[in-house]
């Protein structure tokens, strides 16, 4: 459906609207199929994004500011995530024995545990959005979403 269409406009719009208003949408419809599946488990895309980075480290704890760093959603509040996710069980939080002011998280068997339900959700979610596209469209798209965030 087009843009124009799914916003109800009346006016005709420029290109260079049409795109960021297709990429707009398009975050926000990718992101609510998203969260749908999140919901059962009381968790929220960001916390998802930590417990990911966490299974990446392979068991080697990691800092809060690399965990920050490594995040999709920049703005996150990473501290407050942690928290959430260490009275839900799915982490751990110790103090850095070389440096007592760095902080150290590392993810728990609950936490491992979520993401091994979620494995096959989130990729059956984003194999339902990529068999929309073929193999080549998917290589052109994202090679022309990098090149919309160059510098």
Known sequence: MKIEDVIK?????????KVVLNLA????YIGDKF????KPFEI???QYNVLRILRGQKGKPINMQDIQERMVTKNSN?????D???LKDMVERNIC??????IEVLITQTGLNVLSELDPLIEAHENSLAEKLSN????????LLEKIREN
């Open 9 to 17: 406009s009346t006016v005709t719009l420029s290109i260079t609207k």
């Open 25 to 28: 949408f398009t975050k926000n």
């Open 35 to 38: 969260n749908e599946i999140l």
């Open 44 to 46: 929220s895309g960001e």
């Open 78 to 82: 990473t501290t407050r995530l942690i």
């Open 84 to 86: 959430k996710l260490l």
């Open 97 to 102: 024995p070389e440096n007592r002011r760095k």
């Open 136 to 143: 080549t469209e998917l290589e052109q798209l994202n090679n």
